[in-house]
């Protein structure tokens, strides 16, 4: 196989269809809108991302990077039980969020919809780690902003030819 960028027309595609899926699963799921805003400078001290790997017409991965107060806000919004600290159930909320989005984005492509497998979430958190991802023709890095907090949507992928 022979890894494929694609056209401006076709990345501006993938990025408003990122922007509709964030919005969609925060709507739906935590009855929020998740409007993308210029990149923010609420950096947090302690991190977390959740990683989908895609895999078909598609390969690369999706990942969700968010700051402890804005994970917790998700796990919130998802349980309606407020957590004290970053942990397994807010862990495990970042990991369906991601992958709910991930889900919603494909789907809104013909192509990826049939042709694009996602992996279970991984969920690294902390705050000193760097992740790393192949070089890839397609790079896609869109912050949102639900409420008062900023997350930031990741994709690093190519098409399978």
Not at 105 to 115: E, S
Not at 144 to 154: A, D, G, L
Request: one cysteine or more; a negative charge; glycine letters at 8%.
């Amino acid at each position: 196989m022979t890894a494929v960028a694609a056209t401006p027309a076709r990345m501006a595609r993938l990025e408003e269809n990122l922007d509709r899926a964030a919005d969609e699963v925060f709507s739906t799921m935590m009855g929020v809108r998740c409007l993308p805003v210029p990149d923010s400078a609420d950096a947090e001290r302690e991190v977390l991302s959740a990683v989908i790997g895609l895999a078909g017409a598609m390969s690369g991965s999706m990942v969700l990077h968010s700051g402890s107060r804005a994970a917790m806000r998700i796990a919130e919004r998802l349980t309606g039980i407020e957590p004290g600290e970053v942990d397994a159930v807010v862990r495990d909320a970042m990991g369906e969020v991601c992958n709910m989005v991930a889900g919603a984005w494909k789907g809104f492509d013909g192509t990826l919809a049939c042709g694009c497998l996602l992996s279970t979430p991984t969920v690294v958190s902390g705050s000193s780690y760097e992740l790393f991802t192949q070089r890839a023709p397609i790079r896609i890095e869109r912050t949102y902003r639900f409420e008062e907090r900023t997350i930031t949507f990741s994709i690093c992928c190519e098409f399978s030819s």
